[in-house]
Structures are given as C-alpha cells and as structure tokens.
C-alpha cells in the first residue's frame, strides 16, 4: 500500500499495523464491493496485474470476507483463492483471526491456527498470534495453555511489541493463571506512546478485583485519573457484576464511590446493570426511575434536593495558582505566553475583574453558523449583559479587524483583552475565571478538561468539578438571530445518597440523565 493511501485509510499506522487499516476499508467498502468467488476467479489475468496494490489488498479481505459468512470455514478454499489472486495471502489469516476475536469464537480460532501450521506455505504472522492468544485469554481458563505455548512462539518472531500486540497480550494474559505477567506488557506500553491507551489497562483492572488485588487495581485506577483518563466502561460493568454475586471485597458501594470520587459517569447501558442490581436485591424494594434533573438540582421524582457545588476557597486559590505556572507561564515562558503579556494580562484583571462571565471571543466567533464572526460574538455578550452580568471576553489581535460595528458594540458593553495570535488562549480564558471567583461561567465550545493533565495531580479532580459546575455546556444559533443558551449546573453531578435513597447520574446524549433509586 502506497504511504499517500496508507495515510488516508488508517487511523495511527505506526502502532496498529495492517490490522487496523483493513478493519477500516473493510468498513468502507463493506456494502458496495463484494465480488463472488466464480466471478473473481474467472477474471482475465490481465485484469488482475492491472490492479494496484490497494486494490488487490481490498479484494482479497472482500473474499475472505464472503468465507466468513458461511457456517463451515474452508481455510483451505480461502488459501487458494488468495494465492490465486496473486496477494502470497499476506492479509487473509489476519483478518480471519480478527473476525474469530471480534465474536468470540475460539472454536473457528483454535481450527485456523491448526490449518496454518500444518497447511499453509505462509508463516503465521505476529499479529494473527497475538490475535490467538487475546482470543483464547478470554474464552476460559481452560485454554489458558495454548496461550502459554502460543505466547512462545511469538517470542521466536520478537521480543519488543506495538501497541495493538501490547494489547492482545495483556487480554490474553489475564484470562490465565499467570496474569501478573500483563504487567510487564504494561511496562512495554510506556515507552511505545505519550498518550497512554485507558482500554489497554482496564483486564488487568478486572482480574485484579476478581484476584482481590484491590491495591494494584486501585493504583492502575488512580493513574488514569492522574492522566485525564478512565477505564472501560467494562470495568464498571464487572463491578457490578462482582457485587451481585458477592465475589471477593467489591460492593457496589465500591463502584459508587469510585465514579464519586473520580467524577467518571457510567453509560446508558451501566446504568441499566446499576439499575437492575439494584431492583434485584432480596429483601428489598426499590423503586427505580430514570430522570432529567434541572439546574435548581430538585429531582422531579421524589423531591431530594442534590447537593449544591462547593468549592473550598484555600484550594480554589492554589488552583488558580496552579493553572498560571503550569498553563501559562510552564516550563518555557515564551511557549504559551511572553513575561510581558503576563504581566499586561493580571494588571488588566487586578484593574477591571473580577468578571460574571468570561467569553472565549475566538471560539465563538468562529463556531459554525451562518452568522458573522462578530454578531455571533455580539449576540453572546448581549445574552449576558442583559441578565446583569459583568462580561470579559478574552480573543486574539487578529479579531480586531472583524466588522468595525460589531466590535464597537462588544466594547461598549463587556470588557476585552486580545492576546497575541501565537499565544494559547485556553490558559488566559481559564485564569481570568479562576481569579474572578468560584462562581464565574466560561463560554466556550472548546474541550477544557484536557488541560487538567498540565496542572498539579492533587487539583485535577477539582479543576474537572469546577469546569462541570461553572462552563456553559450548549449554545446554538437560531435562524432568526438568537442565541439560545444552556447554564451549568450550580448542584453537584455525582452519585449521591440518602438513607433512603439513590441518585446516579449517567451519560446520555450529549448531558446526564439521573436513576432515582428509592427504598
């Protein structure tokens, strides 16, 4: 496959290889290029040179693909039609051990692995064998040998492990009785990226809490919180799992505690598990409903009032100071910002702040509407300057050439501070909220959690709280020149508990739906 495709049809080549590029045109092209096996094998041969290595590619996992459908699975047909096609069937063994992964069919795995070593001319490839062992991992412990004796012969082939490898061996592993030793992948996998995979992590968290290792799965946990991480939502689920039927110390309390804490969510689906764990337990009756809860924080189903969002202030200001050295100022000066324009910057908020509501003039103006860049700007400020509310907004020099009227309007109503155009903005947006008090709202479409990695591991769990608390979540544009505009949150989001009662939240479209649970 030439590099100019390469890059087009996969998503990260350098660490996922060939597999994840054929799941991707297999995708693509699943509906519209199916070819039968009579009609590719009487094709003129002179059709067949004439093809372009992607092309060849495609074709041949459309043919294994059409095998794959059938209740038997000829290896052997597969084989030949391959070779056939002139691809030395570089991809069809892969591809087959993928499909037998992806359904869990270890039947169909373990009979293609015994077709490869006694039939085929090709060699068994590292990821087909990595394949094998995620596959066999988890269908029991009672294949945990053929990972054993698999994993050996990988280690004839290499040593040293991609990502994707790194994962299938840690699936692998933890399905067996030696599965301690998916830490060592684990190692593996800090030297292979700076953004660390949280899927990658969440087997070894589970066989650890089924192990009663709640130390080790408690320190991998903490450490995707530390990165701006969470698990799978698997990892919940088995939770949940654990605690109905009582295998070792995890209680669903356990569960709960740890999304309060960390602020993770469960999904639609957890949440029904939650749910029904709770619907389920003997000798108690609860009653359940899923609900929206306003921002007065009343549930509409049996009146509890959710705790309202408290900051305290010692932490609020170290915060604040945390955010300038780590996001403005960091390491270089000169990254993020200039000593001069910090300096600029808090003499402007010591002057004028603090603020009601700080605006990100760029991001707004450039959101997709059919709206000028400064009537959407305008038509932001105006929302919150008619409500009372002192406004900053914070943009970039270049904004000044934006329509004369609409500026001159922005000005006359709220505050502005223009960064220069090579600063980062995000920082200046951030302070300016934090220095103007707990109670500031930010306006912005910009996804500000992934900030909270830069600052100090002991402020993150409540920079994610102030942001949940304080940024707008949804803003649109009518057609007839509106802004419509929906405030945070002023309660907390996070389970919470009664003597009597239950409230969850769980992610649902793009906000929280909550499960009233009432004994």
């Known amino acids: 496959m030439s590099g100019e495709l390469r890059k087009q049809y996969s998503v990260r080549p ?28 009487n094709q003129p041969k002179q059709r067949q040179q004439k093809l372009n290595p992607y092309e060849i590619f495609r074709e041949e996992l459309k043919l294994t693909e059409q095998f794959l459908d059938k209740k038997h699975i000829n290896f052997n047909e597969i084989d030949k039609v391959c070779k056939e096609y002139g691809t030395q069937a570089r991809f069809w063994q892969t591809y087959c051990m993928d499909h037998f992964h992806h359904t869990n069919d270890i039947n169909h795995g373990i009979k293609l692995m015994e077709y490869l070593e006694k039939h085929s001319s090709q060699k068994i490839s590292l990821k087909t064998l990595t394949l094998f062992i995620a596959l066999t991992g988890s269908s029991g412990h009672q294949y945990q040998n053929l990972v054993y004796t698999t994993f050996e012969k990988v280690l004839k082939i290499t ?6 490898s790194i994962k299938y061996l840690i699936q692998g592993f933890c399905g067996t009785d030696n599965w301690r030793k998916s830490l060592e992948f684990l190692e593996m996998e800090k030297f292979q990226s700076t953004t660390k995979n949280a899927g990658i992590r969440s087997p070894i968290i589970i066989k650890a809490l089924y192990e009663g290792d709640m130390s080790l799965a408690m320190k991998i946990l903490q450490e995707l919180a530390a990165e701006g991480n969470e698990p799978s939502q ?5 939770m949940v799992e654990m605690a109905e039927n009582k295998t070792g110390t995890v209680t669903i309390d356990t569960l709960l505690d740890l999304l309060r804490e960390k602020r993770w969510y469960p999904d ?23 609900t929206h809860i306003k921002n007065d924080g009343v549930c509409p189903c049996c009146g509890v009032n959710l705790p309202i969002a408290k900051f305290n202030p010692s932490d609020f200001e170290n915060l604040k100071k945390d955010i300038m050295e780590k996001l403005i100022v960091a390491s270089n000066v000169f990254h993020n910002s200039s000593p001069v324009e910090i300096k600029r910057f808090i003499e402007f908020l010591n002057t ?33 300057t008619s409500k009372g509310k002192k406004v900053l907004v914070i943009g970039k020099q270049h904004m000044k050439n934006w329509k004369k009227e609409s500026m001159r309007r922005i000005q006359e109503q709220a505050m502005l501070f223009y960064v220069d155009n090579i600063s980062e903005d995000d920082p200046f947006i951030l302070y300016a909220a934090c220095h103007s008090g707990e109670n500031t ?14 600052i100090g591991v002991e402020y993150q769990q409540l920079f994610n709280k102030w942001l949940q608390c304080r940024k707008i979540p949804k803003f ?19 389970p919470f508990h009664t003597t009597d009662s239950w409230h969850i939240p769980y992610r649902y479209e793009d906000g929280f739906k909550w499960l009233c649970l009432v004994k």
């Open 268 to 290: 639609e689906n957890t949440a029904l598990k939650i749910k029904n764990y709770f619907l389920g337990l003997q000798g108690e009756e609860w009653q359940c409903l899923d």
């Open 476 to 494: 649109i544009y009518t057609k007839s020149g509106e802004i419509l505009i929906w405030e945070p949150n002023g309660h907390e989001i996070e």
């Open 234 to 238: 698997r990892v919940f689920v088995e």
């Open 159 to 164: 040593d040293v492990f991609d990502m994707s």
């Open 14 to 41: 350098k660490s996922n290889g060939a597999l994840m590029t054929f799941c991707r045109i297999n995708h693509m092209f699943r509906s519209n290029f199916i070819i039968s096996n009579s009609s590719y094998c």
């Open 441 to 454: 709202m930010i306006v912005t479409r910009d996804f500000l959690h992934n900030h909270s990695t830069r």
């Open 352 to 384: 004028h702040g603090p603020f009601d509501v700080v605006i990100d003039g760029l991001n707004i103006g450039l959101c997709k509407t059919p709206l000028n860049p400064g009537v959407k700007l305008r038509l932001a400020v105006e929302y919150f």
